[in-house]
């Protein structure tokens, strides 16, 4: 009497089985047909159903095949039990297919015509890169002007003089595969000026500024001259009223003159105007600058982050940065170059992660270093100018951390709106011209933006706005505030 009982209880634990597998399969078809209509919803559910069901079938299936165990152990009834442990066995099989079409229904809501940015979190990770055959043409208009600068110190230097640049960087981008994508960039300088904004802070501090490069220039074209204390074979020429008279012993009046105007309260009008249409009649190159080419390669895709369960994203780039501007020409017309006037090669590593949902941090850093030396002028009164080695010693690095907010994560209807704010810092490498190296400069920057995904509405496009606010640096002698824009437009092949 006993046996039987328990082979019935065993079938009878087969048959909840069964139908507890029917039921979750309905429940996950439910799932599937409203997943269309809230994605997010569904995949809550839908994890929760497949998760419980997972449980319990394992702890079904176990407490089954115990009691058949047991039977087997104390009746001949195993013939009877069989048939029920394959029951269980179907079931389970059923339950974890049943399982395996809800996860493949819910990853097809991710799907918008193969574009990116269709996934549980509203934020794309700048670790990922474009889809399989995805192509991104990007276009950035910056807007800069400064109006100070930074000496060696780290000290604010408002010198009275305003510059203004304008450039546009055009970017193509395409997915090899939905882990590599590649880059082709090229900037284009549309226009530069320089002007004195403040003419009481030109005259007091801008002046002296230009007047300790032209003595450096002097200085530096002398060469043994000035070191040795020679005396000046002719006149040379400093500014309007301002010169080494010949036979006067070179160092010892160029450093006296360079001190008393240095420490002057006011400088001579004539040298302040003189100064002024030096720098207002300065021309800015325009033109292509340094084309970059470019792979990156991402250890996670939207779907599967860098590690499982955990919204970590990671990426890994590489590219070189041709001297493809003139920026030597540039230079012996005594012009302002674009470019940087070496070829660089540079790495760069990107990490992201989503703090909550809506909110995801973003980490870049890039670094830089000279794979072939370019050429510049220098000018000095006694050498009247020559081409000179142009070296970068040393590695530059450049990158943000950026915080990212989705407001559509919260409020309805506003899944297309991203907003950011991020610091960047640029440490410069040296700058070797001749025998002459220059320390590299540092600057860092504060920077708000928002975006509109129009993929959020199944279009192809993306505009970003981006206001940069230079906070401090060192060697800086212009320090750029900028208004950004940039437009995204994609097409799949």
Do not use: C
């Not at 939905?178 to 284009?188: E, H, I, M, S, T």
């Amino acid at each position: 009497m006993k046996s039987v009982f328990q082979v019935a209880a065993s079938m009878i634990l087969a048959h909840s089985t069964v139908a507890f597998a029917a039921n979750t399969k309905a429940a996950v078809q439910n799932i599937k047909q409203g997943a269309a209509a809230t994605t997010k919803d569904a995949k809550a559910k839908a994890g929760e159903v497949v998760k419980g069901a997972k449980s319990q079938a394992q702890d079904i299936k176990a407490k089954t095949e115990q009691s058949i165990k047991d039977e087997t152990k104390k009746t001949e009834s195993s013939q009877s039990s069989a048939p029920a442990a394959n029951q269980t066995t179907e079931a389970a099989e059923e339950l974890k297919n049943t399982a395996k079409e809800a996860k493949a229904a819910m990853k097809a809501q991710g799907g918008n015509a193969g574009l990116p940015g269709t996934r549980k979190s509203l934020i794309i990770p700048e670790s990922t890169v474009l889809p399989e055959k995805v192509l991104r043409l990007r276009a950035v208009y910056a807007g800069a002007e400064s109006k100070k600068g930074y000496d060696g110190a780290g000290n604010k230097v408002d010198s009275g003089l305003q510059v203004n640049v304008s450039a546009v960087t055009t970017a193509i981008e395409y997915g090899i595969t939905n882990r590599l994508a590649a880059q082709f960039v090229v900037p284009y300088r549309l226009s530069g000026k320089a002007k004195v904004s403040s003419d009481t802070d030109f005259a007091s501090t801008g002046v002296k500024e230009l007047l300790k490069t032209k003595v450096k220039e002097i200085k530096n074209g002398l060469g043994v001259a000035y070191t040795s204390n020679a005396t000046a074979p002719v006149s040379i020429d400093l500014a309007p009223g301002i010169s080494i008279p010949k036979g006067a012993p070179i160092k010892t009046y160029l450093d006296g003159v360079e001190q008393q105007l240095m420490n002057s309260p006011q400088l001579p009008a004539a040298l302040v105007n003189y100064a002024k249409a030096q720098v207002e009649d300065q021309t800015f190159t325009k033109g292509m600058g340094d084309i970059e080419i470019g792979a990156k390669y991402s250890l996670a895709t939207v779907d599967e982050p860098f590690v499982d369960g955990l919204p970590l994203y990671a990426s890994v780039a590489a590219g070189i940065r041709l001297n493809s501007s003139k920026y030597s020409e540039s230079t012996k017309k005594g012009e302002k170059p674009v470019g940087r006037g070496t070829t660089d090669v540079a790495a760069r590593l990107n990490a992201d992660y989503e703090v909550i949902s809506g909110v995801q941090l973003q980490i870049e850093n890039q670094t830089e270093v000279m794979a072939a030396k370019g050429k510049a002028w220098n000018f000095s009164e006694a050498s009247k100018g020559q081409e000179l080695d142009l070296e970068r010693k040393g590695m530059r690095q450049l990158g943000y951390s950026k915080l990212v907010v989705a407001p559509g994560t919260w409020i309805p209807h506003a899944e297309f709106l991203l907003l950011n704010a991020r610091y960047n810092w640029n440490n410069e490498s040296t700058v070797k011209l001749g025998d002459e190296e220059t320390v590299g400069s540092v600057g860092r920057s504060a920077q708000l933006g928002l975006s509109l995904d129009g993929l959020k509405m199944k279009l192809p496009v993306q505009l970003d706005y981006d206001y940069v606010i230079a906070a401090r640096g060192r060697s800086v002698d212009n320090a750029f505030d900028a208004h950004v824009a940039t437009l995204k437009l994609y097409y799949k092949f």
